[in-house]
């Protein structure tokens, strides 16, 4: 079977719920040729077996299986292809850039698609964003590069983590951008948080942001207000917090400084009763627990009633973790370099989906009647595209 046949055999399988199947794999290709080629490219030898498309080929091998590096070349072996380099081979050319190489050039992949993203009118109004850490579980040994300490989950206390920024609209959940994050002291995230925010700032207008209780530090607060960002996240209930919640009258809101050593900030705590039912009532009653969020906004007494659904805009990013888990092609390797160029590539893969989804749902497909392209679908079209397009015009 000739690779135009099996292109032609996937595309039908892929799209058969699209009419437009061939100008959606079109867009698709394009995409992945114009925005992710020019950037990711392996410094490869004139006298190489191997070339740029036959590494991103098992890659991406391994993102459609959710597999590991070295499962994906083997399943294009026995599928047929030629010149596929085995795992070892993929992680060789993987670690001859550096961190700060793989962040820069993923950085300009992540700019290619926001810039096309505009063209297509996604970005042009304000949106709000969520802001978090999302962990791949470890089992090697806790002294390992970038590897932290995190509750037991899965048979182990040991991840690697990222902090990401998201766009939590429908429709255009875009990761912004996603950074290391080697602990999570709060100096530490208060620098990763602006250099998120400033990133996030030269690409959207930022309506508010949403963080977890992880974040809820001085340090943090601080910068946030400095930098005018407005924000939403529940507080850590201390005993003054704890005090403060047995004393007001729901819904309320209380000015109050947030005191770290010798430094403190000054935010609004707002009261409102929580949806859960108290961990301590032991007696078959209606008593729920008190919800308490810390914020910079000014809200209405109806907004305030409704803050709970408001924060529920946050669970997008959580959206936006679990998809990128389904584009992720796995590896066992302790080298950051691996670990690192796979968490970025998973992400650009899930932005492509999220930008070529919203180009189906605008003109010139229209929306009526149209169906989001399955993660698979999208998938088995962007390897076709690596497979068939000939290594000197990759």
């Not at 590096?69 to 072996?77: D, G, Q, T, V």
């Not at 380099?85 to 060789?92: L, M, Q, S, W």
């Not at 550096?98 to 109004?125: H, Y």
């Not at 963080?211 to 924000?231: E, Q, W």
Request: net charge positive.
């Amino acid at each position: 079977m000739t690779e135009k046949t099996k292109q032609k055999k996937l595309d039908d399988f892929c799209f058969s719920n699209h009419e437009n199947k061939n100008v959606i794999g079109s867009k698709i290709g394009h995409a992945f040729k114009s925005i992710i080629n020019p950037s990711i490219l392996f410094t490869m030898k004139h006298n190489c077996l191997y070339s740029d498309r036959d590494i991103l080929h098992v890659v991406m091998r391994g993102a459609l299986t959710n597999n590991f590096i070295e499962n994906a070349s083997e399943s294009l072996i026995f599928d047929g292809y030629s010149n596929v380099p085995n795992g070892d081979t993929v992680r060789y050319h993987i670690k001859k850039n550096d961190i700060d190489e793989i962040l820069k050039r993923f950085t300009f992949v992540f700019d290619s698609i926001f810039r096309e993203a505009k063209k297509q009118g996604l970005l042009n109004s304000k949106v709000d964003l969520a802001i978090d850490w999302t962990s791949i579980k470890f089992y090697g040994k806790r002294d390992t590069k970038m590897v932290v300490g995190t509750k037991a989950e899965r048979g182990t206390t040991k991840a690697y983590q990222f902090a990401t920024v998201t766009i939590v609209e429908k429709n255009k959940r875009f990761v912004l951008r996603a950074l290391p994050l080697e602990s999570r002291d709060s100096e530490h995230l208060k620098a990763i948080v602006e250099n998120l925010l400033y990133y996030a700032k030269s690409k959207v207008q930022i309506n508010r942001v949403f963080f977890d209780r992880g974040f809820y530090s001085v340090a943090i607060i601080s910068t946030l207000k400095k930098m005018d960002i407005h924000f939403l996240m529940p507080a850590k209930k201390s005993k003054n917090i704890k005090k403060l919640a047995e004393k007001v009258k729901l819904p309320a809101t209380r000015l109050y400084r947030l005191k770290s050593k010798n430094k403190g900030a000054l935010v609004k705590l707002i009261f409102v009763e929580s949806d859960k039912r108290s961990k301590n009532n032991n007696q078959a009653n209606d008593e729920k627990e008190i919800g308490v969020f810390a914020t910079n906004m000014s809200l209405s007494s109806d907004e305030i009633k409704e803050l709970y659904l408001l924060y529920s805009k946050r669970w997008g990013i959580e959206t936006s973790y679990r998809m990128c888990n389904i584009f992720r092609t796995k590896t066992a390797a302790t080298d950051y370099r691996i670990r690192l160029f796979l968490f970025l590539f998973s992400i650009i893969l899930y932005n492509l989906w999220v930008l070529i989804n919203a180009c189906i749902f605008s003109d010139p497909f229209k929306r009526q009647g149209k169906r989001q392209i399955a993660a698979i679908s999208f998938l088995s079209s962007l390897l076709i595209t690596v497979a068939c397009s000939p290594a000197a015009n990759f």
